[in-house]
């Protein structure tokens, strides 16, 4: 299976992807910051970069920016809690691979691993970012 790397501040998110991205087959790393992350990035050589959007100390558009500047192939699945719909095509302009928002669930999330790194069915739906509604 797949190395995934998870770097995102919000405990919970860390804790469940990493239980059932572990449950699947997959070797996984996880860090708190986007400093600890770049680092284990270097060491581990990740398939799969899960970023959160804000993190202490470089925020994910840094740390997204550090990784390209070595490596174009890793994939980025950028997610983040701030739903930001202009923010979306930046990081996709920026080399991210995907955008999805926590508010749509961790089964999306989920999914959309499981189709970065090939192994959902190819007429398998897939997810996309979709704007909160405007109040």
């Known amino acids: 299976m797949a190395k995934i790397l998870i770097i995102d501040d919000d405990g919970i998110v860390r804790d469940a992807l990493t239980v059932f991205?572990?449950?699947?087959?997959?070797e996984v790393q996880s860090a708190e910051d986007g400093i600890s992350g770049l680092r284990i990035f270097k060491s581990s050589q990740p398939d799969l970069v899960v970023l959160d959007r804000d993190l202490p100390g470089l925020r994910g558009s840094s740390?997204?920016?550090?990784?390209?500047?070595?490596d174009t192939l890793t994939k980025v699945l950028?997610?983040?809690?701030?739903?930001?719909?202009?923010?979306?095509?930046?990081?996709?302009?920026?080399?991210a691979t995907a955008f999805l928002?926590?508010?749509?669930?961790?089964?999306?999330?989920?999914?959309?691993?499981?189709?970065?790194?090939?192994?959902a069915p190819v007429n398998a739906p897939k997810p996309s970012y979709k704007p909160p509604p405007r109040t």
């Open 78 to 95: 950028i997610l983040t809690g701030f739903d930001a719909p202009e923010d979306v095509e930046q990081y996709l302009k920026s080399g």
């Open 63 to 70: 740390v997204l920016a550090k990784i390209r500047e070595t």
């Open 21 to 26: 991205l572990t449950r699947a087959g997959h």
């Open 101 to 119: 928002s926590k508010g749509d669930g961790l089964s999306n999330v989920l999914a959309q691993i499981d189709i970065l790194l090939g192994a």
